[in-house]
């Protein structure tokens, strides 16, 4: 079997798409007469006779297209909201596999109880749920609890916050992290490269003065987190994880 033919199978039993990711962790490449089978894979999969990209990180099959896009509910008819949500929902599953391979506890808030990555609930990424999200005083921790993902070392400490800024403001999840400064934490503003300069615009109001001084809080756009999702994809099925 070919090494595009192996691919396409590895899809097809994953319903016609997959992460780079996954594409590393599944597609045998034992037998590929190559040291770089992981570059072979991202160049194989921009063959447009057979795969098509949907987002950063994600493709899927050609002969497979009207049946993903529709099963993902971001084919043509899709409204701005589907699209909004399956893109928001996507990088927070690529945020939750990725804490989960670094060794991390990962948290997604409850009002997102009912997205889906890809086709399965993001619960079953997740590993910690609210009966242990306890780390604060109630206030606190209930503000916690509207962070799109949160990272939590072996102490049960927030290690790492995440806000996916899509379609909303920045602003707004600035003032989360200032609230929750008090933590030795890292905060992260994770959206779409276009949006950076927005970032940095807010970064310079007074209110966040804080967070600018003391450089809490990174800008990591949409192209970096799906890039360090399959990197660590890639070490983990090499074994240097």
Do not use: C
Request: proline residues 2%; hydrophobic residues 40%.
């Amino acid at each position: 079997m070919k090494q595009y033919e192996q691919i396409i199978e590895v899809m097809k039993r994953n319903g016609g798409y997959a992460t780079l990711g996954y594409l590393y962790q599944m597609v045998d490449v034992s037998t590929w007469a190559t040291k770089t089978p992981f570059a072979s894979i991202r160049r194989i999969v921009q063959m447009k006779q057979y795969f098509f990209k949907i987002k950063s990180g994600l493709w899927a099959l050609v002969d497979f297209k009207e049946d993903v896009l529709d099963k993902l509910q971001i084919n043509e008819i899709a409204n701005k909201e589907k699209q909004d949500t399956f893109t928001h929902s996507y990088y927070q599953g690529l945020l939750l596999e990725l804490g989960n391979i670094k060794g991390y506890k990962t948290f997604y808030p409850p009002q997102d109880k009912n997205k889906q990555f890809l086709g399965k609930p993001l619960s079953s990424i997740s590993s910690v749920s609210l009966l242990d999200f306890s780390f604060s005083y109630p206030e606190i921790v209930q503000k916690a609890k509207t962070v799109d993902v949160i990272w939590f070392n072996k102490r049960k400490m927030p290690d790492s916050f995440f806000e996916i800024e899509h379609s909303t403001n920045i602003e707004h999840s600035l003032v989360k992290f200032v609230e929750l400064q008090d933590f030795y934490s890292k905060f992260y503003i994770i959206a779409a490269k276009e949006r950076e300069r927005e970032f940095y615009i807010n970064m310079e109001k007074d209110v966040f003065s804080v967070l600018m001084k003391h450089k809490r809080v990174e800008f990591k756009d949409y192209d970096t987190i799906s890039a360090l999702h399959a990197k660590t994809f890639e070490l983990l099925a090499l074994g240097d994880l």
